[in-house]
C-alpha cells in the first residue's frame, strides 16, 4: 500500500522550499568536490561524486518510491545531498586524525607554521617606475 504525502504541489512554499534544499545541497557538495581534487585528495573527490549521484540516489529512489510513490524519487535526491555532506564530515575527520596533524580541520588545510616564505616584495618608489 502506498502513502501519500499531505501537501500540495502547487503549493509555492512546497517548491520554493525544495529547490533551496537542493541548491544549497549541491552547492555544497560540489564546492567540497572540486576543492577536494584541487588540493590532490583524488580519493575524497571521487567518494563524493559516486556518493552523490549514485550510491544514495539510487537505492532511495528505489524504496522511497515504492513507500511513497513518485515523491519518493524526489525526496531521495534531498537525501542523497545530506548523506553527501553527512559523509564529507566524516571523512575529513578521519583524514585529519590519519595525518598526524599535517591536515586539519573541515577543509583540510595543511600545517605551514616552518614552510618556508618567498618573498617577492619590491622595494622602490613610484619614481622609480616611471
Known sequence: MKHHLNYSKEDPNYMLLGKIFK????GIT???MFYTQAIQQKKLSFLISITEGLLIPIPAAYLLSN????????ISFFLAEIGTIILIFFATSLISKNTNGRLTGFFMLGNHEH?????VTIKSSVGDVM
Open 30 to 32: 560540489f564546492l567540497i
Open 67 to 74: 513507500i511513497i510513490g513518485a515523491d519518493g524519487i524526489w
Open 115 to 119: 614552510a618556508p616564505i618567498l618573498d
Open 23 to 26: 541548491i544549497i545541497g549541491t
